[in-house]
């Protein structure tokens, strides 16, 4: 087996072995785990695997004061499993009835597999996968038929929403709180809608109590939960391993082709990740892992592989700005090759080092203005969004709110579209709100918009509020004429590190409103789509 950074910590391998190991490496591990940590400390992670739990220490004879408790989370497993089918069968045939074709995928597609995995393991929502295109409507759709949204305004997205980082909004209408996550990307990371046009185009029937539903063909299953998660999440990292590990050993892990399976996780640059959670699977469990397997992915990618993976273990909010960019960098690097990468590709390496750095600079902690302006370089060149209108909030920014929208990373770019008659300079207006909790006085950020330099500003509680900044912009482009305005927080805090709330996000000016030559080009009540 190849040297891959460990991919679960302690604990969780432990949760693992205790779950799904076989004979008395279970039952150690089972027995480890219950004198670590009290029932009452459970986590997610501990919950969804409970009935593996429970049938470990049955295996054993293992009964404590907690073995009644622990029977209970079981039944409501299975019952929660259950119950939640209503809403995604509901779903499902409205979003048939509207001409929309609808992919169940993850735990939902291993429980139309074989029903019996329902009182194995909980699934904390059924996915279902639409084309991208189709997002927009399936939502309305949905909304239609009694759905509604959790944590999201669905009703105020704007088109551009939808190719942004959301991929995924959660909706039910039987009072859960998570029944379905509605996705127009099966993974989060990936923006291709190649990878969703052959997840439809290999799909399969399944059953999902008497009701028959699309599922992802064998080797596309597999392929989505082995590049699903990052060694950061290890809850998810667990959730995925029992995933696969259950798929194998189901009637269809008789037919998984792994040929497929490789040529899918390498063609969409997934093969790391793919390596290092089927090295979790292979380790405990080899006789479902074809041999080598796990090895060939590894050495797939190019260089830097393994900082790469390391820097990933790290959670988002705990890394230091130098992590976050060598993440952004060394992901740009492997989005330059083909797998796998062969003798000659070294001779690419260097000039593919610049475009990954080029890729990943927004990241780059140091010479922040010079790197504000090669991002509105950067968008400037790039043609105008073909899908929606009106402005699009590019990057850095959150989900809509009712009254307008936050920043949530250090860099923010809008951009607005122009006619042909709009001549420079243009005169653009954005009224802000400042993040400015207790203790605060002010806020500083960057604004640059293509003309002179970039524009150091201020905004304090002296200041009226809401605060307006008025910027000259260059219009840039021929055919798709537009504007691009570029923003850097100096001062964005996230609420929940400072005990002002629990929102993780990292917020800096919240985005009221944006006008062009005095002419209003976004308010919340012109947000939806």
Same mark, same amino acid.
């Given at each position: 087996?190849?040297?891959?950074?460990?991919?679960? +910590?302690?604990?969780?391998?432990? /949760?693992?072995?205790?779950?799904?190991?076989? %004979?008395?490496?279970?039952?150690?591990?089972?027995?480890?785990?219950? &004198?670590?940590?009290?029932?009452?400390?459970?986590?997610?992670?501990?919950?969804?695997?409970?009935?593996?739990?429970?049938?470990?220490?049955?295996?054993?004879?293992?009964?404590?004061?907690?073995?009644? =408790?622990?029977?209970?989370?079981?039944?409501?497993?299975?019952?929660?499993?259950?119950?939640?089918?209503?809403?995604?069968?509901?779903?499902?045939?409205?979003?048939?009835?509207?001409?929309?074709?609808?992919?169940?995928?993850?735990?939902?597609?291993?429980?139309?597999?074989?029903?019996?995995?329902?009182? =194995?393991?909980?699934?904390?929502?059924?996915?279902?996968?639409?084309?991208?295109?189709?997002?927009?409507?399936?939502?309305?759709?949905?909304?239609?038929?009694? @759905?509604?949204?959790?944590?999201?305004?669905? !009703?105020?997205?704007?088109?551009?929403?939808?190719?942004?980082?959301?991929?995924?909004?959660?909706?039910?209408?039987?009072?859960?709180?998570?029944?379905?996550?509605?996705?127009?990307?099966?993974?989060?990371?990936?923006?291709?809608?190649?990878?969703?046009?052959?997840?439809?185009?290999?799909?399969?029937? +399944?059953?999902?109590?008497?009701?028959?539903? *699309?599922?992802? %063909?064998?080797? !596309?299953?597999?392929?989505?939960?082995?590049?699903?998660?990052?060694?950061?999440?290890?809850?998810?990292?667990?959730?995925?391993? /029992? !995933?696969?590990?259950?798929?194998?050993?189901? =009637?269809?892990?008789?037919?998984?082709?792994?040929?497929?399976?490789?040529?899918?996780?390498?063609? #969409?640059?997934?093969?790391?990740?793919?390596?290092? *959670?089927?090295?979790?699977?292979?380790?405990?469990?080899?006789?479902?892992?074809?041999?080598? *397997?796990?090895?060939?992915?590894?050495?797939?990618?190019?260089?830097?592989?393994?900082?790469?993976?390391?820097?990933?273990?790290?959670?988002?909010?705990?890394?230091?700005?130098?992590?976050?960019?060598?993440?952004?960098? @060394?992901?740009?690097?492997?989005?330059?090759?083909?797998?796998?990468?062969?003798?000659?590709?070294?001779? $690419?390496?260097?000039?593919?080092?610049?475009?990954?750095?080029?890729?990943?600079?927004?990241?780059?902690?140091?010479?922040?203005? &010079?790197?504000? =302006?090669?991002?509105?370089?950067?968008?400037?060149? &790039?043609? #105008?969004?073909?899908?929606?209108? +009106?402005?699009?909030?590019?990057?850095?920014?959150?989900?809509? !709110?009712?009254?307008?929208?936050?920043?949530?990373?250090?860099?923010?770019?809008?951009?607005?579209?122009?006619?042909?008659?709009? $001549?420079?300079?243009?005169?653009?207006?954005?009224?802000?709100?400042?993040?400015?909790?207790?203790?605060?006085?002010? @806020?500083? @950020?960057?604004?640059?918009? %293509?003309?002179?330099?970039?524009?150091?500003?201020?905004?304090?509680?002296?200041?009226?509020?809401?605060? $307006?900044?008025?910027?000259?912009?260059?219009?840039?482009?021929?055919?798709?004429?537009?504007?691009?305005?570029?923003?850097?927080?100096?001062?964005?805090?996230?609420?929940?590190?400072?005990?002002?709330?629990?929102?993780?996000?990292? *917020? %800096?000016?919240?985005?009221?409103?944006?006008?062009?030559?005095?002419?209003?080009?976004?308010?919340?009540?012109?947000?939806?789509?």
């Amino acid at each position: 087996m190849p040297k891959l950074p460990a991919a679960l +910590g302690p604990r969780h391998l432990t /949760l693992f072995r205790a779950a799904l190991g076989q %004979g008395r490496t279970a039952i150690d591990a089972y027995l480890a785990w219950r &004198a670590a940590e009290p029932l009452d400390a459970a986590d997610e992670v501990v919950y969804r695997t409970m009935p593996l739990l429970v049938a470990t220490a049955d295996m054993a004879g293992i009964i404590d004061a907690d073995t009644r =408790k622990m029977r209970g989370v079981v039944k409501h497993v299975w019952l929660s499993n259950a119950t939640r089918v209503r809403d995604v069968v509901a779903a499902s045939a409205a979003l048939k009835a509207a001409g929309i074709a609808a992919l169940l995928i993850k735990g939902g597609a291993l429980f139309a597999r074989d029903e019996s995995y329902m009182a =194995k393991r909980m699934t904390g929502d059924y996915d279902l996968l639409v084309r991208r295109a189709e997002a927009p409507r399936a939502i309305e759709v949905l909304r239609q038929a009694d @759905f509604r949204s959790h944590g999201m305004r669905v !009703e105020l997205f704007q088109e551009s929403d939808f190719d942004r980082d959301i991929h995924a909004v959660a909706m039910s209408r039987a009072g859960f709180a998570r029944a379905i996550d509605l996705h127009w990307r099966a993974l989060f990371w990936l923006d291709d809608e190649g990878f969703t046009e052959e997840l439809f185009a290999t799909a399969e029937t +399944g059953t999902l109590l008497t009701h028959e539903v *699309l599922i992802p %063909g064998v080797a !596309e299953h597999l392929a989505i939960a082995a590049m699903r998660p990052e060694p950061a999440d290890q809850n998810e990292m667990v959730s995925r391993a /029992l !995933e696969i590990v259950h798929v194998l050993q189901s =009637k269809a892990g008789d037919r998984v082709d792994w040929d497929r399976f490789r040529a899918i996780v390498t063609r #969409y640059n997934g093969s790391l990740f793919a390596a290092q *959670l089927l090295d979790v699977v292979a380790r405990e469990m080899p006789a479902l892992v074809p041999d080598r *397997l796990v090895e060939q992915l590894w050495d797939y990618g190019p260089p830097g592989k393994s900082i790469e993976m390391s820097i990933r273990a790290v959670p988002r909010a705990r890394r230091t700005q130098w992590q976050h960019f060598g993440a952004a960098f @060394f992901s740009a690097l492997r989005a330059r090759f083909k797998a796998p990468f062969r003798g000659w590709d070294w001779l $690419r390496l260097p000039g593919a080092a610049i475009a990954a750095f080029d890729a990943g600079i927004v990241q780059f902690p140091l010479f922040r203005d &010079a790197i504000l =302006k090669r991002i509105w370089q950067q968008i400037a060149r &790039a043609a #105008y969004p073909s899908r929606g209108s +009106g402005i699009w909030f590019g990057q850095g920014f959150s989900i809509p !709110e009712d009254e307008g929208r936050w920043t949530d990373r250090p860099f923010a770019v809008l951009e607005m579209p122009v006619d042909d008659r709009t $001549r420079d300079p243009v005169a653009v207006e954005l009224v802000v709100v400042p993040f400015l909790p207790p203790g605060t006085d002010n @806020f500083r @950020f960057v604004a640059y918009a %293509g003309i002179g330099s970039v524009q150091q500003m201020a905004a304090g509680r002296t200041d009226p509020m809401p605060f $307006r900044i008025a910027l000259q912009a260059r219009v840039i482009g021929a055919r798709q004429r537009k504007i691009v305005v570029a923003l850097r927080m100096l001062d964005c805090q996230r609420p929940t590190d400072i005990g002002h709330s629990i929102d993780p996000r990292l *917020l %800096g000016l919240f985005v009221k409103s944006v006008s062009v030559n005095g002419e209003t080009v976004f308010t919340p009540a012109g947000a939806g789509p």
